[in-house]
Nanobody
Framework: QVQLVESGGGLVQAGGSLKLSCAAS????????MGWFRQAPGKERNFVAG????????GYADSVKGRFTISRDNTKNTVNLQMNSLKPEDTAVYYC??????????????????WGQGTQVTVSS
């Protein structure tokens, strides 16, 4: 069992930056691939970024590639999402997820075994 708690959301102007953090409970954090998803009002929940269990590989949605960076610290049971050059279309609730898949990271909702409660990110134009 893994419990995930996100923090760091808020209101920012277009072009600004935010850093989201996700703190995970449990001693087996390093066994999980981690990811971030987001859901805008009236839209589906979509993949944003993922990182392998070792932290050695990462992947991003095309819409955030080059602007967002995912990282993890297995000694602190945390995963972060650094978001730069934010755009109004990045406005959404952002969710941290953990997956038991051993290769890669979760890119679909049904690949994610545990979810955080979400944190709101609002980018004003």
């Amino acid at each position: 069992q893994v419990q995930l708690v996100e923090s760091g959301g808020g209101l920012v102007q277009a072009g600004g930056s935010l850093k989201l953090s996700c703190a995970a409970s449990g001693r087996t954090f390093s066994r999980y691939a981690m990811g971030w998803f987001r859901q805008a009002p009236g839209k589906e929940r979509n993949f944003v970024a993922g990182i392998s269990w070792s932290g050695g590989t990462t992947g991003y949605a095309d819409s955030v590639k080059g602007r967002f960076t995912i990282s993890r610290d297995n000694t602190k049971n945390t995963v972060n999402l650094q978001m730069n050059s934010l755009k109004p279309e990045d406005t959404a609730v952002y969710y941290c997820v953990a997956s038991q898949r051993r290769v890669g990271w979760p890119t679909r909702v049904d690949e994610s075994d545990y979810w955080g409660q979400g944190t709101q990110v609002t980018v004003s134009s």
